[in-house]
């Protein structure tokens, strides 16, 4: 009889153990709503900094042609002259002389004149054109 009384209580610990896990699978979790995501760290700035607008410089030359030069602040230049555009870098800090492998554009003061050689092997370097670039674009 001891051995049924045992067999018993075990049986109806199990039952309420099975009822119990049934009872709380049957039951959906309720959870609180989720609430907005706030930061405290600062907005995030563009990292890209807009490129500034090249200064854009006209220059007459000693043969009567014109030649124009756009100045970026990047230290580099776009040289337009008879039809030809050439891209230059700028060959010193001061970015008053800028090259490539073909041209060499020495860039002097508004009022004085800026000269154009050759940089090409085989030339002597010679000057192509001296312009002069106005007072007032300056």
């Not at 010193?92 to 800028?98: G, I, L, P, T, V």
């Amino acid at each position: 009889m001891k051995e049924e009384s045992t067999m018993n209580k075990s049986l109806m610990i199990a039952a309420l153990a099975a009822t119990a896990i049934l009872a709380g699978c049957d039951k959906k979790e309720e959870r609180a709503p989720a609430s907005p995501v706030t930061s405290t760290a600062p907005p995030v700035t563009s990292v890209a900094t807009p490129q500034s607008a090249p200064e854009i410089v006209s220059y007459t030359c000693d043969s009567g042609k014109t030649l124009t030069v756009e100045y970026f602040p990047e230290n580099k230049a776009t040289l337009k002259y008879e039809g030809s555009t050439h891209a230059l870098a700028a060959a010193s800090a001061s970015s008053k002389r800028y090259l490539n492998d073909d041209i060499q554009w020495n860039r002097a003061a508004a009022g004085s004149k800026s000269t154009l050689s050759h940089m090409k092997a085989g030339t002597s370097g010679e000057t192509i054109e001296s312009c002069l670039e106005p007072a007032s674009q300056h």
